[in-house]
């Protein structure tokens, strides 16, 4: 296999596009530390730290899930099933993911680096829950969390309350729309004995729950807002995001799927980036 279709074959096992979700959130929590744009360098090395660690998770989860995805007709053509990528070549890509980030933490500034193991323990434990708890989605939840936690410990050099807030809408959001995508492995996931809400709850109740969610999570947004004394600027951008989590919940219907992927992919990809923007330009007017 050609080189360059090597490298796109790593990217689409670890669904790299997807790092556009969360990593939005981990750039406003850097501008809130900093009180506006922070140093390049930090910038950089956030990136860099928020991509590997979410490399290595992702190439944890196809590892560990091989045999199952190799029976889910959805999965079953994913890389590491479907031999495009073999068990040894993705564990050799998590721990070379995994260096990257220790480096990237120690980049940053100690505590970071002190700090480090702890979130590879958390990102690696998410790959196992599913098979234990339907509260899979809090674990993943809280797993992306970590992201806009670190960002400010990579600008602050310490740990603060004010950074909760903006941490807490991201676990509800993430697990809001995790609930959302493991609505359409809901059968696969009661046959194989693998936990979810959908599987616990039945597609009704998991839909209520995800839209009770992703209340809480523009109520930690609009907190946030509060926290940081931020002003009309953000809040418009918050009316907005209000605005796209509706349309979101309105794509999927107890007896209608099949936009779940726009909701899943599209919808999210824009909450994660008005957020950011409405942050950084509060600041720039302020």
């Known amino acids: 296999m050609a080189y360059s279709a090597r490298v796109i074959s790593y990217l689409k096992m670890i669904k790299f596009s997807h790092s556009l979700f969360a990593l939005p959130f981990a750039f406003s929590s850097a501008v809130l530390a900093a009180g506006g744009l922070p140093e390049t360098n930090i910038t950089l090395w956030i990136t860099v730290a928020m991509v590997s660690a979410r490399s290595a998770a ?5 590892v560990i899930d091989r045999k199952i995805d190799a029976q889910n007709p959805r999965t079953k053509n994913r890389e590491i099933p479907a031999g495009v990528i073999s068990t040894a070549q993705a564990a050799a890509f998590i721990a070379l993911s995994s260096i990257i980030f220790v480096f990237s933490a120690y980049m940053l500034n100690p505590l970071c680096l002190k700090l480090s193991p702890i979130v590879l323990v958390v990102i690696y434990l998410y790959s196992y829950t599913k098979r234990l708890t339907w509260g899979c989605h809090i674990v993943l939840g809280v797993a992306i969390a970590l992201a806009p936690l670190g960002a400010w410990i990579a600008v602050r050099g310490s740990v603060s309350w004010e950074a909760v807030p903006l941490s807490a809408a991201v676990v509800f959001w993430l697990a809001g729309f995790d609930i959302l995508y493991a609505l359409q492995d809901i059968e696969f996931d009661r046959q194989y004995g693998l936990f979810s809400i959908p599987q616990r709850f039945g597609v009704r109740r998991s839909l209520f729950i995800a839209r009770g969610f992703h209340f809480l999570t523009w109520i930690f947004l609009m907190t946030c807002g509060g926290v940081f004394h931020l002003g009309i600027v953000y809040y418009t951008g918050m009316a907005i995001v209000a605005g796209l989590l509706i349309y979101e919940h309105n794509l999927v219907r107890p ?28 600041k720039l007017f302020k």
């Open 58 to 62: 992702m190439g944890l989860n196809r």
């Open 255 to 282: 007896g209608d799927l099949s936009k779940l992927d726009m909701a899943f992919f599209n919808m999210n990809g824009y909450i994660s980036v008005t957020v950011l923007v409405f942050i950084a330009l509060d």
